[in-house]
């Protein structure tokens, strides 16, 4: 079983900069992929980004690409999303994931099968 607890999350002005983390814990395998998602209101879960968690391939939805960094530390069994130049459609609720997706299923939420509970990111303007 994994478990991945969320912080980070907040209100900043656009233009602002957070950080988030993910913190995995309970039996984790190296192998496993390491995924942000995020829902507006009204919005289907998007993708987000995506890390590799063995060989550090990255993903980024083009929305959020030259913004935002996917990063992870597996010592600490944690991966982070550093946003940078927030803008207010950045305003979500920020979900961690994890999976074994293959090429095609990386940015796509049936290819995780652990979440965490979410947490909420607010880019005011």
């Known amino acids: 079983q994994v478990q991945l607890v969320e912080s980070g999350g907040g209100l900043v002005q656009a233009g602002g900069s957070l950080r988030l983390s993910c913190a995995a814990s309970?039996?984790?395998?190296?192998?496993?992929?390491m995924g942000w998602f995020r829902q507006a209101p009204g919005k289907e879960r998007e993708f987000v980004a995506a890390?590799?968690?063995?060989?550090?391939?990255?993903y980024y939805a083009d929305s959020v690409s030259g913004r935002f960094t996917i990063s992870r530390d597996n010592a600490k069994n944690t991966v982070y999303l550093q946003m940078n130049s927030l803008k207010p459609e950045d305003t979500a609720v920020y979900y961690c994931?994890?999976?074994?997706?293959?090429?095609?299923?990386?940015?796509?939420?049936?290819?995780?099968?652990?979440w965490g509970q979410g947490t909420q990111v607010t880019v005011s303007s």
């Open positions: 994931a994890t999976g074994s997706p293959d090429t095609l299923r990386v940015a796509t939420r049936r290819g995780y099968d652990f």
């Open positions: 309970g039996r984790t395998f190296s192998s496993r992929t």
């Open positions: 890390i590799r968690w063995s060989g550090g391939t990255t």
